[in-house]
């Protein structure tokens, strides 16, 4: 069984700044884990892509928080991290931890959200 837990969401001020993490853990079969990434969804839209980290370490951003959000990765402890900057009302939603995890087969799996509202 595979879980992705994800921590660090809260309320923060326009400006303000905000650090993300998941950790993925697997019982049973060893794993290796392609892709790690982060996704969100505001109320009344689809669930966008922000950022994701290949295992090989390139990086993609949603241009929408290019130059304001980091993601990192640490392979040695299974980790993902976005570290959010210059955080604007317009990023408030629902982030999702995402990774390609190959076990006997290779599937996507999904944290279960944490909420990020910016607001003064």
């Known amino acids: 069984q595979v879980q992705l837990v994800e921590s660090g969401g809260g309320l923060v001020q326009p400006g303000g700044s905000l650090r993300l993490s998941c950790s993925v853990s697997?019982?049973?079969?060893?794993?290796?884990?392609?892709?790690m990434g982060w996704y969100r969804q505001a109320p009344g839209k689809q669930r966008e892509l922000v950022a994701i980290?290949?295992?090989?370490?390139?990086?993609n951003y949603a241009n929408s928080v290019k130059g304001r959000f980091t993601i990192s990765r640490d392979n040695a402890k299974n980790l993902v991290n976005l570290q959010m900057n210059s955080l604007k009302p317009e990023d408030t939603a629902v982030y999702y931890c995402?990774?390609?995890?190959?076990?006997?087969?290779?599937?996507?799996?999904w944290g279960q959200g944490t909420q990020v509202t910016v607001s003064s």
């Open positions: 697997a019982s049973g079969i060893a794993f290796s884990i392609n892709a």
């Open positions: 995402h990774a390609n995890i190959r076990r006997s087969l290779i599937a996507d799996y």
């Open positions: 980290t290949t295992s090989g370490g390139i990086s």
